[in-house]
Structure formats: C-alpha cells, structure tokens
C-alpha cells in the first residue's frame, strides 16, 4: 500500500490542523493505521492509532484530549485532527499502515508497521 500524507502547515498556537493520509490498493480496510511525528533533532514518536475497523484507538500522552485519529475506509483515508496546537506539536508528521493483528501496546512501536507516507510538515507558533 502507498501512503500520502498533507494537510500540514503554519498555525499560530491555539489553532487547529487536519492531517489525511490517502492510500492506494484495495486493502486499506485490513490495516491498522498510525501516526507518528518527527521534531527537529529528536526521534520519531507516536502519536496515535486506529484499529482497522476504527473501533479501537490508542494516543501518545501528549496530544491526548487535543488530536483525534478517525479514518473513512470507503475513501481509504486516515485522518488526524489536532486541535489546540502547541509549538511543541511541531514536527514532519507521517502516517504508517501496520498489517498485524492489533494490539494496543504494540501499535506504538514504529517496528509494527510495514508501510509508511512520505510526511507533512506542521509548524506551530507561538
């Protein structure tokens, strides 16, 4: 599967982004999604994942309460609404597809996941 992020962009602090994720292929409905997020100079970390179905949702501590991940698998899309944004929320943002079986705990892993977009930059000022 092939994964293109957008959506990102400057924001002032307190304002709000949607990030998509547009997949090709016709089994985006089989994988679970994810977000991760990459400041300048640190590591990627994770953001949030929803299940295949979009039942199940796991959030990093962070942007928990302010970011909301949903998808829409009739569009293949993966969506990140973040809300309340804080300069600290910027980073290169990328979306990931992970194929294995669910799990909470495991879908924070960057290793659980097979396919990965090429990234949307969000810059939040203060």
């Known amino acids: 599967v092939q994964l293109q992020a957008s959506g990102g962009g400057l924001m002032q602090a307190g304002g709000s982004l949607r990030l998509s994720c547009a997949a090709s292929g016709r089994t985006f409905s089989s994988y679970h999604m994810g977000w991760f997020r990459q400041a300048p100079g640190k590591g990627r970390e994770f953001v949030a994942a929803i299940s295949w179905s979009g039942s199940s949702t796991v959030y990093a501590d962070s942007p928990k309460g302010r970011f909301t991940i949903s998808r829409d698998n009739a569009k293949n899309t993966v969506y990140l609404q973040m809300n309340s944004l804080k300069p600290e929320d910027t980073a290169v943002y990328y979306c990931?597809?992970?194929?294995?079986?669910?799990?909470?705990?495991?879908?924070?892993?960057?290793?659980?996941?097979?396919?990965w977009g090429q990234g949307t930059q969000v810059t939040v000022s203060s």
């Open positions: 990931a597809a992970d194929p294995h079986t669910w799990s909470p705990a495991l879908v924070m892993r960057e290793s659980e996941y097979a396919y």
